[in-house]
Nanobody, 121 residues
Framework: QVQLVESGGGLVQPGGSLRLFCAAS????????MGWYRQAPGKERELVAT???????NYADSVKGRFTISRDNAKNTVYLQMNSLKLEDTAVYYC???????????????WGQGTQVTVSS
C-alpha cells in the first residue's frame, strides 16, 4: 500500500513562484523514477519533469529553465520549484513515482491526487 501526497499548489501572479512537494509513504521497498505531470482543462496530461533515483533530470521544453525538479531520497520526497510562472502553466499538477512495494515486491506506477496551480493576474 503506497500513497503519494502533494502539496504546495495555489494561486500566483504571472512571474511568481511556487514550490510543489510530493511525499511517498507506505509499504515502499524502493523508489525509482519520480516526476511531475500536469493537466489543464480540456487537455491531455503532459510530462513536466522527471528525475531518476540517481538524480538525472529531464524537462519539457515549455518549462526548461524555469522549473527545477529535485528529490530527497531519505524523505521519499520529490519537489518541483516553479519560477517565472506563466498563464499557460495553470493546471492540476500530479506527482508520479515508479515504486516497488514491499507487499509482494510488486512494481507499480503511482500517482498523487493532484494539486491545483493557478497563474492569474
Amino acid at each position: 500500500q503506497v500513497q503519494l501526497v502533494e502539496s504546495g499548489g495555489g494561486l500566483v501572479q504571472p512571474g511568481g513562484s511556487l514550490r510543489l512537494f510530493c511525499a511517498a509513504s507506505g509499504s515502499i521497498f524502493r523508489i525509482y523514477d519520480m516526476g511531475w505531470y500536469r493537466q489543464a482543462p480540456g487537455k491531455e496530461r503532459e510530462l513536466v519533469a522527471t528525475i531518476t533515483s540517481g538524480g538525472n533530470t529531464n524537462y519539457a521544453d515549455s518549462v526548461k529553465g524555469r522549473f527545477t525538479i529535485s528529490r530527497d531520497n531519505a524523505k521519499n520526497t520529490v519537489y518541483l520549484q516553479m519560477n517565472s510562472l506563466k498563464l499557460e502553466d495553470t493546471a492540476v499538477y500530479y506527482c508520479n513515482a515508479q515504486i516497488r512495494s514491499r507487499i509482494g515486491l510488486r512494481d507499480g506506477n503511482y500517482w498523487g491526487q493532484g494539486t491545483q496551480v493557478t497563474v492569474s493576474s
